[in-house]
């Protein structure tokens, strides 16, 4: 494979409260590719996802964005660098109109035309208070917004969070399109089908560790396999045992 790995996580290890929620994990992100981490409830996903954009430190490990050291930095530096994170129920300002929210968000010379094109569903919603746009729509600004600075790199958590399915297919399609265009994005999901169908990489938490590393596609045709590492059991057989 000649891609070219954007992050990379190597033995990293995130404390909370005292206690090791993550447990040396590492993982790779490529440049324009769509890299999956399920696991179950508590398995420490969320809790990862902040240690790698800074929203709380890491304890031990080493985190690369471009091919270089960040887990030091403060997360706006982060971001700054092109590290972007789609926090679990972040909300809109639903005062603003959608064109406001995505103005507040740009940086520089950006327009919000590039959201515009990836979901066209908000240009016909361009001056409604964000408040009164439909679940979908609120999370479709949502990622609209972190992609305002350009991000290399997108972390996004649970972006279906009480969406019907169809809704959460549509920003599923969005996902895989952005990664086409070449932003490296590391999705946290729940609906694990849906994600290992637009997923490159899969990998699998279970109890702050990686216990799958693999073939995205591979996992979704492995039915029993997906279930037993949910349930935390780890056989031998396709993919990668860490
Ligand atoms: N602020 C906190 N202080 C102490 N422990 C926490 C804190 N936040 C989360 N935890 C614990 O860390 C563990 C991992 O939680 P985390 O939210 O990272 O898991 P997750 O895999 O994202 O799960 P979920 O799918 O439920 O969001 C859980 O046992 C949780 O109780």
Known sequence: MDSVSVLSLEDITVDR??????????????????????????????TLLEGVSGAIPVASGEIRLAGERIEKLRAWRRARAGLAHVEQNRTVFREMSTLDNLRAAC????????????????????????????????????????????????????????????????????????????????????FAALALGIADRAYVMARGRIVFAGDGRELRADEGLLRALYLGDTPSGSGVWK
Request: proline residues 4%; without cysteine.
């Open 17 to 46: 409260s005292g206690l090791t929620i993550v447990r040396g994990v590492s993982l790779l992100v490529d440049e324009g590719s769509v890299t999956v981490l399920l696991g179950a409830n508590g398995a420490g996903k969320t």
């Open 107 to 190: 940086r520089h010379d950006d327009t919000p035309d590039r959201v515009f094109e990836l979901f066209p569903e908000l240009r016909k919603q361009i001056d409604a208070p964000a408040g009164l746009l439909s679940g979908g729509e609120q999370q479709m600004l949502v990622v609209g917004r972190a992609l305002l600075g350009r991000p290399k790199v997108l972390l996004i958590d649970e972006m279906s969070l009480g969406l019907a399915p169809i809704v959460v297919e549509r920003l599923a399609a969005a996902v895989r399109a952005l990664a086409d265009r070449g932003v490296g994005v590391l999705l946290v999901e729940q």
